[in-house]
């Protein structure tokens, strides 16, 4: 028997994460599709990273972040109802393309730079954080445009020279500063997507280790290893700009947004 709630027709999984699952479902009165992210209240997620989830998305507005629609609860689960994006995540599509032996070409990585780092322009805009970029945070829509999702670590600062301290995010796409406590605010975005385009366009990570002691020195001190494959000096230089260990020197998304349009 097919799972109804609040009037949504639950019609299969579409994907699962540290939250809960997420359905396709369609809107019984309307005939719409959406998707719907259930929570278990007697999970480990706390309310308020379901609430901060929520928050961002409604507060965001952006065509280039996962819409929201509505949430709802029951005796068991909360549920947040959003935009449906039928093509799934990035990390999906780079997973097809490592096992196919495929690389994304060079204009559709800097479209990738571009939608992305238009996300995060409107993001910072209301002074929100998103704090775990990563591939697959990254959703891809019917017609092929990027979303960002997953808002539950995002932070909205109440200014915008405020900083933030907690150790939240991803370890392989987190930003030095915050692996060293210093606080950070903005540039540990530019970070995450800098860390996202190089293994989006090496199929390789900039910093990787089985050792966690070991990969959280690497970020903090190292290089990152060189792009090794044949793409243009700007996209090389654009993804090493953000990936510059000082976030007071790294290059900001207003800027990645400016140098990703003009290709």
């Known amino acids: 028997m097919t799972k109804v709630v609040n009037g949504y027709s639950f019609t299969e999984v579409i994907g699962e994460g540290s939250s809960g699952q997420v359905y396709k479902v369609i809107h019984l009165p309307t005939g719409n599709t959406w998707a719907i992210k259930e929570i278990s209240k007697s999970g480990d997620i706390k309310e308020e990273d379901v609430v901060k989830e929520i928050l961002a998305m409604k507060e965001a507005n952006s065509p280039f972040v996962v819409q929201f629609r509505e949430c709802f609860q029951d ?12 093509h799934g995540t990035l990390e999906r599509e780079l997973i097809n393309a490592s096992q196919q032996q495929h690389e994304f070409l060079e204009e559709t990585l800097w479209l990738f730079a571009k939608e992305l780092s238009q996300g995060l322009c409107d993001l910072k805009a209301k002074r929100i954080i998103h704090r775990d970029i990563k591939p697959a945070n990254i959703y891809i829509t019917a ?3 990027l979303r960002l999702g997953d808002m539950g670590y995002s932070r909205q600062l109440a200014h915008t020279l405020d900083m933030t301290v907690s150790p939240l995010g991803t370890p392989f796409y987190a930003a030095p500063e915050i692996l060293n406590f210093k606080g950070y605010s903005f540039p540990c975005d530019v970070w995450s997507l800098g860390v996202t ?6 199929q390789e990570l900039p910093f990787e280790s089985n050792n966690k002691t070991a990969l959280f020195n690497m970020i903090k001190t190292q290089p990152p290893r060189p792009i090794r494959r044949s793409l243009s000096q700007d996209f090389c230089d654009l993804v090493m700009a953000m990936l510059e260990k000082n976030p007071q020197n790294r290059i900001t998304i207003e800027e990645v947004n400016h140098r990703a349009s003009l290709h």
């Open 197 to 202: 385009l190089y293994q989006l366009a090496t």
């Open 75 to 86: 005796q068991h689960n909360l549920y947040i109802v959003m935009e449906l994006c039928e």
């Open 143 to 145: 017609d092929n445009h």
